[in-house]
């Protein structure tokens, strides 16, 4: 099987930077791909065959409205991030395979985060995410339709499925297979690091492993 093309440049190395408006941003992934790269020795045995373009770092997204489809993300160590998001409107990632280069020295800090807690209209949906300490990190939007599952872990770790830190802004969690195959921490955590929690939506998923299903706060009715 011949290898995939995927993201490798100099200016690829270390971090996908998005700072184009849509659908110049969605553009962006498919020239990478189309312009036929070859993979490195270290993300060849890592990136399948299936998805549209493999990026070997992390894709840090600055832009609104932007869409990461069918797309595979292979980062991995301390503090990485699969997607970061900062003070972004509109994206949505979708069908997309994020996983570390292994599920200790080289897991992910998380696989999609919200880095400032600002964004809005964010949808994940339908991702395969694992291997890291935690899958989802958010305070608004919609999570549906995932497969988050094989923690990654190094000592110290607090690992989370979903989690959100604290907020009053719509979330739902919907449809969701979580599953973690350590002994902590939680499949959904709802914390109040930074406020309350209100107008939040989890139904109908799957959450299972040896941890707890969901922990954090008692959440008011709307």
Not at 135 to 142: K, N, P, Y
Request: with cysteine; charged share 10%.
């Amino acid at each position: 099987m011949s290898a995939k093309p995927v993201f490798n440049s100099p200016l690829f190395t270390r971090s996908l930077l998005v700072k184009l408006a849509a659908p110049a941003a969605t553009a962006l992934l498919a020239a990478g791909a189309a312009a036929g790269l070859a993979p490195t020795a270290s993300t060849a045995t890592v990136c399948s065959a299936s998805p549209s373009s493999c990026v070997p770092c992390n894709v840090n997204i600055l832009a609104n409205n932007v869409t990461l489809n069918d797309d595979e993300i292979v980062a991995g160590g301390a503090n990485s991030m699969g997607v970061s998001l900062r003070h972004t409107s509109g994206v949505t990632i979708e069908n997309t395979t994020i996983a570390d280069t292994n599920a200790t020295s080289g897991r992910l800090m998380t696989g999609i985060k919200d880095v400032f807690s600002d964004s809005t209209g964010l949808v994940v949906n339908a991702n395969n995410i694992s291997n890291f300490e935690t899958g989802v990190q958010l305070e608004a939007g919609l999570v549906e339709n995932n497969y988050i599952h094989d923690l990654g872990y190094v000592s110290g770790d607090h690992t989370n499925g979903v989690m959100s830190r604290g907020d009053n802004t719509p979330l739902t969690i919907t449809h969701n297979t979580i599953f973690s195959n350590l002994d902590q921490t939680d499949d959904i955590a709802l914390f109040e690091d930074f406020s309350g929690q209100a107008n939040r939506t989890i139904t109908n998923n799957l959450l299972a492993g040896n941890t707890w299903d969901a922990t954090g706060a008692t959440i008011p009715s709307p």
